[in-house]
Nanobody
Framework: QVQLVESGGGLVQAGGSLRLSCSGS????????MGWFRQAPGKEREFVATISWSGRSTDYADFVKGQFTISRDNAKNTMYLQMNSLKPEDTAVYYC?????????????????WGQGTQVTVSS
């Protein structure tokens, strides 16, 4: 499995930007698809974005298309989520995850390694 640590969360005003990072360790990081999920208070964890092992394929939840950008740097064992035009409804704990597959993966069940999460709070 891959060990994952998120960073970059914080408090930002509506309309602002944040970049989340996810650092991975383990030999399989560069061979695994990666993803971002989020969980708001009282809600289930939901898919946000995913990227294939090579970075050539990405997919996004409809509610973040055009707003968030996922990327990765396998040489640094790091994945990123650039979040722009943030809204109060984007407030959640954001989790990075490593998939059991190498292609972009949108389902929770396709992931087997999770970070501890990083809080993103967007004030109005």
């Amino acid at each position: 499995q891959v060990q994952l640590v998120e960073s970059g969360g914080g408090l930002v005003q509506a309309g602002g930007s944040l970049r989340l990072s996810c650092s991975g360790s383990g030999r399989t990081f560069s061979k695994s698809a990666m993803g971002w999920f989020r969980q708001a208070p009282g809600k289930e964890r939901e898919f946000v974005a995913t990227i294939s092992w090579s970075g050539r394929s990405t997919d996004y939840a409809d509610f973040v298309k055009g707003q968030f950008t996922i990327s990765r740097d396998n040489a640094k064992n790091t994945m990123y989520l650039q979040m722009n035009s943030l809204k109060p409804e984007d407030t959640a704990v954001y989790y990075c995850a490593a998939a059991k597959v190498s292609y972009a993966a949108t389902r929770y069940s396709q992931y087997n390694s999770w970070g501890q999460g990083t809080q993103v709070t967007v004030s109005s």
